[in-house]
């Protein structure tokens, strides 16, 4: 039998301009992770998002292999033009490790002031 379950990624986490913001080490024996639920604010709302997943064998992992990145929007601004404040689903495909990671990047012109939050919602097995 399963359910879904929701957990918080981030909370109000900032993302100055270009910097990258990364999650702990979330494992994935016990549950699927099916998509992230993105919000972002920030002045004018004009914030601009990479959003990675990364992945690895073992929670403490390096995660920096370029293989073990799957890029899941390249562009918030790009790919979700119009929901500048709204929560935004993020899909996730298939993943190979049992331990993941979700780094968001700000790129192009995202404001200095950027917060972002995530919850994940993934299925459970019990």
Request: aromatic letters at 4%.
């Amino acid at each position: 039998m399963e359910r879904l379950i929701q957990f918080r990624v981030f909370t109000d986490e900032v993302v100055n301009a270009t910097a990258s913001v990364t999650s702990s080490a979330i494992p994935l024996d016990l549950c699927k992770l099916e998509s992230l639920m993105l919000t972002a604010t920030s002045t004018g709302d004009a914030h601009d998002l990479k959003i990675d997943l990364l992945t690895s064998t073992t929670a403490d992992g390096t995660y920096s292999d370029p293989l073990d990145f799957v890029e899941l929007t390249a562009s918030t601004a790009t790919d979700f033009p119009n929901s500048a404040t709204d929560m935004v689903p993020i899909s996730i495909p298939p993943t190979l490790g049992p331990y993941v990671k979700v780094k968001v990047t700000g790129v192009g012109a995202n404001p200095a002031d950027t917060e972002v939050t995530i919850v994940a919602v993934a299925r459970e097995d019990i």
